[in-house]
């Protein structure tokens, strides 16, 4: 590779992206104060796309100018990053250093109970990774990575889900595979093998206070994302085209999608489906004035759908199947096809990872890490188009994609599913 190519690559992105910013009075710095980086919307995309080309560029650069060994190295040493970043969420590190103004490593002491050793030690580490900045010694003052942690009390949430648990779980997929091999089995995962248990996550988060509260906690953070399912378009308009329907929720715990949906449309009728527990659970928290449109239905997504012939039905599963192997994936699908006539749809919401060379591979690594997450903690997978094409085939050869949509500001897909007659 060229490296006088990939740097002009580099200086052609930031040009750009240093010009975008410039028109709107933005600025990007390590500073609290800084504007960040844009939201990913479609007034942004070119910002964004710049960004990719820059990021792939540059990390190509840092790799080819370090050697196998260095490389290798660095990689091993990101398990002693999360380790310090586990202190600092562990321990409140952020939230003990002032919003504005400095703090010396004497002054955590007072506030944390660690000695300044331990402290300098582990800050210093984070400071080489640009969470927190030390100006001079014994002056450290946030960084905008910091701040975040201490300030946005949903993100922290997010990330202590991460460090509680997740983090711990997929240490341990090796474990598993030693144990197991290459099962497909939700009871003989990374978390199975690091808790000492023979339960699915869904049954030991409901058995443990605590990990069921960092997950409510958790995914609190990524709230937005489902508002955003409301908007996406459905066979090419919104949701209010599809009605009069009844929309099954399969898999929609407390009904967070579909009250919004059904807010929104109130020709749609909604039925939210889970255990027994979480459907009671849901229906203390359903506003009155959606009684007569929403009800919640206990029922097990691996036994088969009861389907209305009388109405038309959108089968819905959001973020479900990547909770799930093949095997189980599968049976979900088996069991709503029987209850499908013409006009029924299945829609999926998930992420789609891209195809083995068709994305930047810093770009590919979020969605390759969320994937061994999967892993981890479920045996399920991140799937890509091909994978979702080849699971659909399995599971019923008469089901067919009619279309595939990915908008940007998502961060996940929209598949809809319809049913050929014999």
Not at 68 to 83: G, M, R, V, W
Not at 163 to 171: G, L, Q, R, T, Y
């Amino acid at each position: 590779m060229d490296l006088i190519r990939l740097s002009e690559t580099v200086q052609q992105s930031a040009q750009h992206m240093s010009d975008f910013l410039a028109q709107r009075h933005w600025s990007l710095s390590f500073d609290p104060a800084s504007s960040g980086i844009p939201s990913l919307s479609a007034e942004n995309e070119s910002f964004h796309r710049a960004r990719d080309i820059l990021l792939e560029a540059a990390s190509t650069l840092l790799q080819l100018c370090m050697s196998s060994e260095e490389t290798i190295l660095d990689l091993s040493f990101q398990a002693l990053t999360a380790s310090a970043l586990r202190i600092a969420y562990n321990f409140n590190l952020a939230q003990a250093v002032p919003l504005s103004g400095h703090t010396t490593y004497t002054a955590l002491a007072e506030n944390t109970g660690f000695d300044t050793d331990t402290l300098s030690r582990t800050i210093r580490y984070l400071v080489s990774n640009a969470f927190f900045r030390e100006l001079a010694p014994d002056r450290i003052v946030h960084s905008r990575l910091s701040y975040l942690m201490a300030t946005d009390e949903k993100f922290r949430g997010f990330v202590g889900l991460y460090f509680e648990h997740a983090f711990v779980w997929s240490v341990h997929i090796t474990d598993a595979l030693a144990k197991w091999g290459s099962s497909e089995e939700p009871t003989e995962t990374g978390l199975n093998a690091a808790e000492g248990i023979r339960a699915t996550f869904w049954e030991f988060m409901e058995q443990n206070e605590r990990v069921r509260k960092n997950f409510l906690d958790g995914f609190a953070y990524l709230a937005p994302a489902d508002l955003g399912i409301r908007k996406l378009p459905l066979n090419g308009s919104d949701w209010a085209a599809v009605a009069p329907a009844t929309v099954i929720d399969i898999g929609g715990h407390t009904g967070g999608i579909s009250i919004g949906l059904a807010q929104r449309f109130p020709d749609l009728d909604f039925i939210i489906q889970d255990l027994e527990h979480i459907c009671r659970r849901g229906e203390k928290t359903l506003p009155a004035t959606l009684g007569r449109r929403v009800r919640f239905q206990a029922h097990d997504m691996f036994e088969q759908q009861p389907g209305d012939p009388s109405k038309t039905i959108i089968f819905l599963l959001c973020k479900v199947l990547h909770d799930w192997s093949d095997k189980y994936a599968c049976r979900i699908l088996r069991a709503i096809t029987p209850a499908m006539k013409p006009g029924d749809r299945i829609i999926i919401f998930d992420k789609v990872a891209p195809e083995a060379g068709t994305t930047s591979v810093f770009k590919g690594k979020f969605l390759r890490a969320a994937d061994m997450q999967m892993w981890a903690t479920f045996n399920g997978r991140e799937r890509t188009a091909s994978d979702f094409k080849a699971l659909i085939t399995m599971a019923d050869r008469r089901l067919r994609i009619c279309g595939i949509s990915s908008p940007m500001e998502m961060g996940m897909s929209r598949l809809v599913l319809s049913l050929d007659e014999e």
